[in-house]
């Protein structure tokens, strides 16, 4: 039998909690649920989860502060619930670590496709297969990547934490380095989605990657920026 993905919801509001879980349920995944950042510690220290339902605005410690800490220890994959207007906390999500969002009030089915969609991409949905591309280890400059586990190591053979979102960027690159990619290219590689006029998701998961590679955000090295075009991948990318 294969596995059910499983999903923690982090809310304070007791119906969308039960809503999500019933609805979610229904389409073949576990649900636990948790009221605050304290529970959802204990759930998280007594199993594992494949991705979290996180809300923004919760009293004591909020979505932000929340999605911080974790990112400092963990990859899951976080999708962040938000109120409709509050476009810079968004920004600030994805800029510290969130996977996705999804504005409130929302159709559940949405949330269940981008969920679906977040499982794909960061590799731990049940149904996902290992193909010879998946399997391939590829270096670059100083560093290792296994696209198969979704592991990227340094020179040190240190592990360093992406999100899901952040390591979908840097496999679209390195399997096509030298060639430009537009921003709408990369969203559509990474996510499957068509950017708005104001969406900023790939330039954020860039800066962020970015960071990670230990660029100088003003000369950058490896990820390059082209005036009007988009960004390329200047280092060359062989097999391990």
């Given at each position: 039998m294969q596995r059910k993905p499983h999903i923690l919801i982090v809310d304070d509001d007791r119906e969308i909690r039960d809503l999500l879980a019933k609805f979610l349920s229904r389409h073949d995944f576990r649900v636990d649920t948790a009221a605050d950042g304290?529970?959802?510690?204990?759930?998280?220290?007594?199993?594992?989860?494949?991705?979290l339902v996180l809300d923004l605005m919760m009293p004591g410690e909020d979505g932000l502060a929340i999605c911080r800490?974790?990112?400092?220890?963990?990859?899951?994959?976080?999708?962040?619930?938000?109120?409709?207007?509050?476009?810079?906390?968004?920004?600030?999500?994805?800029?510290?670590?969130?996977?996705?969002?999804?504005?409130?009030?929302?159709n559940p089915?949405?949330?269940?496709?981008?969920?679906?969609?977040?499982?794909?991409?960061?590799?731990?949905?049940?149904?996902?297969?290992?193909?010879?591309?998946?399997?391939?280890?590829?270096?670059?400059?100083?560093?290792?990547i296994d696209l198969r586990t979704r592991e990227l190591r340094d020179e040190e053979g240190t592990l360093v934490t992406l999100t899901s979102g952040e390591f979908d960027?840097?496999?679209?690159?390195?399997?096509?380095?030298?060639?430009?990619?537009?921003?709408?290219?990369?969203?559509?590689?990474t996510s499957g989605r068509v950017l708005g006029p104001l969406d900023?998701?790939?330039?954020v998961a860039?800066?962020?990657l970015r960071r990670k590679l230990g660029e100088d955000p003003k000369t950058p090295r490896l990820i390059k920026t082209v005036r009007h075009g988009g960004y390329y991948f200047a280092a060359d990318v062989s097999p391990c």
């Open positions: 304290r529970e959802m510690d204990r759930h998280l220290a007594g199993g594992r989860f494949d991705l800490r974790l990112r400092q220890e963990s990859g899951i994959p976080i999708l962040m619930l938000t109120a409709l207007g509050e476009e810079a906390d968004r920004i600030v999500g994805l800029e510290i670590g969130a996977d996705d969002y999804l504005p409130k009030p929302f089915r949405e949330l269940l496709a981008r969920i679906r969609a977040v499982l794909r991409r960061g590799g731990d949905a049940p149904d996902r297969t290992d193909d010879g591309t998946r399997a391939r280890k590829l270096r670059f400059e100083s560093w290792q960027l840097l496999e679209a690159f390195v399997e096509r380095p030298q060639q430009i990619l537009s921003r709408d290219q990369l969203a559509d590689l900023r998701s790939v330039d860039l800066s962020r």
